[in-house]
């Protein structure tokens, strides 16, 4: 498989701030980058889907303006949680994707705490 | 109803068992099935990839599609207590731009 890196693995920050998460497939071009959030013991929920150079797509439900991303090459995606509240804490994960079902990897994800 | 249903488990199982995981689903658009491993606080890894209806093993791994009864499975044979994660069923539809619509994951805890 694709290595996917994740930056930073762990992040805890005060509420009303703003967190930029970097994601990185490190050896394929990603098309395609998809992220998304995991609570505890609950599974994976597609936040938003985007293409390189495009506007990301997002799911029902997620706010487009406090989850802002960038996907500006094949090879980095940044998902950014502005004004951040507790209710914000989860699991984020990016899958980057060369274009097909069975080329979607994932990253190690990044666990945000938001106090 | 969810799109696809899993049992959350958890499922305790001695060192050496077969291990059945399940999934269903509602959405007859579904062709590409994955069963993807997650450790604890770690990304999904894909063990499984499957294209439609059919089986495919690799190593002590079983994948089954049955798509008329819009059923899969994963069997893991001589279980042990390093496959002790969750795994997620996951799958998608050509026309979703492939989109992964998953399961709520089952914990398997294999004892030594």
């Known amino acids: 498989g694709a290595v996917v890196s994740q930056h930073p693995s762990w992040v805890i920050c005060k509420s009303g701030t703003s967190v930029k998460i970097e994601c990185r497939s490190l050896?394929?071009?990603?098309?395609?980058m998809f992220w998304y959030r995991q609570f505890p013991k609950q599974s994976l929920m597609l936040m938003a889907t985007s293409n390189e150079g495009s506007k990301a797509t997002y799911e029902q439900g997620v706010e487009k303006d406090k989850f802002l991303i960038n996907h500006a090459s094949l090879t980095l995606s940044t998902l950014t949680v502005t004004s951040a509240h507790p209710e914000d804490s989860s699991f984020y994960i990016c899958?980057?994707?060369?274009?097909?079902?069975?080329?979607?990897?994932f990253g190690p994800g990044t666990r945000l705490t938001v106090l | 109803q969810k799109e696809v249903e899993q049992d959350p488990g958890p499922l305790s199982v001695p060192e050496g068992a077969i291990v059945s995981l399940n999934c269903t689903y509602s959405?007859?658009?579904?062709?590409?099935f994955m069963w993807y491993r997650q450790y604890s606080r770690k990304g999904p890894e894909l063990l499984m990839y499957t294209y439609s209806s059919g089986n495919k093993e690799d190593g002590r791994f079983t994948a089954q599609v049955d798509k008329s009864s819009k059923y899969i499975s994963l069997f893991i044979r001589d279980s042990q207590p390093s496959d002790s994660a969750t795994y997620l069923c996951?799958?998608?539809?050509?026309?979703?731009?492939?989109?992964?619509?998953f399961g709520s994951g089952t914990r398997l805890l294999v004892r030594p």
């Open positions: 959405n007859s658009a579904f062709q590409y």
């Open positions: 996951a799958m998608s539809a050509m026309d979703s731009s492939y989109k992964l619509i």
């Open positions: 050896d394929f071009q990603a098309t395609t």
């Open positions: 899958s980057p994707s060369g274009g097909a079902a069975d080329t979607q990897y």
